[in-house]
T-cell receptor, first 112, second 114 residues
Framework: SQKIEQNSEALNIQEGKTATLTCNYT??????LQWYRQDPGRGPVFLLL?????KEKRKERLKVTFDTTLKQSLFHITASQPADSATYLCALDIGRGGKLIFGQGTELSVKP | KAGVTQTPRYLIKTRGQQVTLSCSPI?????VSWYQQTPGQGLQFLFEYFSETQRNKGNFPGRFSGRQFSNSRSEMNVSTLELGDSALYLCASSLGTVSGNTIYFGEGSWLTVV
């Protein structure tokens, strides 16, 4: 069956450390993979998109990798801050317009 | 520019009633998609409209329907509400080419069915 899993439901780290979130999928061949941030009671906010032929993408303190052989994406937040505390969602874009397949999300908590 | 706007933000309905939710996409975006988010199932795709036509559909019963108008605004309707329909309903818009577009979400409509 088709499945997309994020490594853990919750991740607690200390301020200043690097947070690493994992997204694994099976039986999909996504053309793109997207990462979103969602705060409680709010809609998801787009962070980064990475294409299947890209290995890595960066934006400020964020870095995403995409390994289509392992069927895995890693999302890193360097020099994490308490303001980074939120739920992070990975989503597969399987090339069908506005349809995204979401993981269940990882709730990141950054402690001062 | 203005983001994706959803109305109403909160609503409470009784089991058996129907509800209509509205979404105004970002100006210039022709694709509008709808998602349901619940604690148990996460974010699940309902359907997508592009240029007034349903282009993609998720695995939801026929009680869930939608439409898109010529100005790209969209509505979704849920008939014969069930308790399990209580959820955050999210609308998202994009330019609408088949892949690789950034998809922008609204703040959602919180539906509670009692």
């Amino acid at each position: 069956s088709q499945k997309i899993e994020q490594n853990s439901e919750a991740l607690n780290i200390q301020e200043g450390k690097t947070a690493t979130l994992t997204c694994n999928y099976t039986n999909y061949s996504p053309a793109y993979l997207q990462w979103y941030r969602q705060d409680p009671g709010r809609g998801p906010v787009f962070l980064l998109l990475i294409r299947e032929n890209e290995k890595e993408k960066r934006k400020e303190r964020l870095k995403v990798t995409f390994d289509t052989t392992l069927k895995q994406s890693l999302f890193h937040i360097t020099a994490s801050q308490p303001a980074d505390s939120a739920t992070y969602l990975c989503a597969l874009d399987i090339g069908r317009g506005g349809k995204l397949i979401f993981g269940q999300g990882t709730e990141l908590s950054v402690k001062p | 520019k203005a983001g994706v706007t959803q109305t109403p933000r909160y609503l409470i309905k009784t089991r058996g009633q129907q509800v209509t939710l509205s979404c105004s996409p970002i100006s210039g975006h022709r694709s509008v998609s709808w998602y349901q988010q619940t604690p148990g199932q996460g974010l699940q795709f309902l359907f997508e409209y592009f240029s007034e036509t349903q282009r993609n559909k998720g695995n939801f019963p026929g009680r869930f329907s939608g439409r898109q108008f010529s100005n790209s605004r969209s509505e979704m309707n849920v008939s014969t509400l069930e308790l399990g329909d209580s959820a955050l309903y999210l609308c998202a818009s994009s330019l609408g080419t088949v892949s690789g577009n950034t998809i922008y979400f609204g703040e959602g409509s919180w539906l509670t069915v009692v």
